[in-house]
């Protein structure tokens, strides 16, 4: 059964860093386009940062440009969210999400994936 499943969340003070990490199994993460969004209370879901399955190429909302890095570790199935600089407004539940598709553009639009994991929560105290 495909499944990802997200870890790495916590509480941290504003300016902290925290590494959340997006593990697959059923299916091989590398060759999927695989995004993580982040839903805070009474707010929509919104797309954060995504990384193609072509090339590698990655995108970021501009809510997070600069602070947060999507990388990956093939031999762990694995993809992770390198957040810096932390802000209360950063404070969410993070999904990872994962998609079979091989497109140069990866998309951070939630309709474009098909396995979604728990989601781990994330405070960010000021």
């Known amino acids: 059964q495909a499944q990802v499943v997200e870890s790495g969340g916590g509480l941290v003070q504003s300016g902290s860093s925290l590494r959340l990490s997006c593990t697959a199994s059923?299916?091989?993460?590398?060759?999927?386009?695989v995004a993580w969004f982040r839903q805070a209370p009474g707010k929509e879901r919104e797309g954060v940062s995504c990384r193609s399955a072509a090339d590698g190429s990655r995108k970021y909302a501009d809510s997070v440009k600069g602070r947060f890095t999507i990388s990956g570790d093939k031999s762990k199935n694995t993809v992770y969210l390198q957040m810096n600089s932390l802000k209360p407004e950063d404070t969410a539940v993070y999904y990872c999400?994962?998609?079979?598709?091989?497109?140069?553009?990866?998309?951070?639009?939630?309709?474009?994936?098909?396995?979604w994991g728990q989601g781990t929560q994330v405070t960010v105290s000021s």
């Open positions: 059923g299916f091989t993460l590398d060759h999927y386009a």
């Open positions: 999400a994962a998609a079979p598709r091989i497109e140069y553009l990866c998309s951070i639009e939630a309709p474009d994936y098909r396995h």
